[in-house]
């Protein structure tokens, strides 16, 4: 079984900046690629960023400019740096691992923004 584990979470204003951690227990290498997603109470669950094994990141148009995602494949670890924090961004933060045929999710951590 793979665990992710995620840390970073917690209580910062609008404007502030935060650095989301995520550790899985196994290697990267082989994983299609790794993301961070966040759901809002009362909202679905929603891409927020995500970095192939090659590479190439995809960001939701919300966080565009704003959130920087990156992986070490040798402390297999993908990070989220968020900036410029909005009200908005308060959600839980999950990481997700994706191989070919089996994914894998944290169990969030809480990122709350005060205005």
């Known amino acids: 079984q793979v665990h992710l584990v995620e840390s970073g979470g917690g209580l910062v204003q609008a404007g502030g900046s935060l650095r989301l951690s995520c550790a899985a227990s196994?290697?990267?290498?082989?994983?299609?690629?790794m993301g961070w997603y966040r759901q809002a109470p009362g909202k679905q669950r929603e891409l927020v960023a995500v970095?192939?094994?090659?590479?190439?990141?995809n960001y939701a148009d919300s966080v565009k400019g704003r959130f920087t995602i990156s992986r070490d494949d040798a402390k297999s670890a993908v990070y989220l740096q968020m900036s410029s924090l909005k009200p908005e961004d308060t959600a839980v933060y999950y990481c997700?691992?994706?191989?070919?045929?089996?994914?894998?999710w944290g169990q969030g951590t809480q990122v709350t923004v005060s205005s």
């Open positions: 196994t290697s990267i290498l082989s994983a299609k690629g």
């Open positions: 997700h691992l994706e191989y070919i045929v089996e994914s894998y």
């Open positions: 970095i192939t094994s090659g590479g190439i990141t």
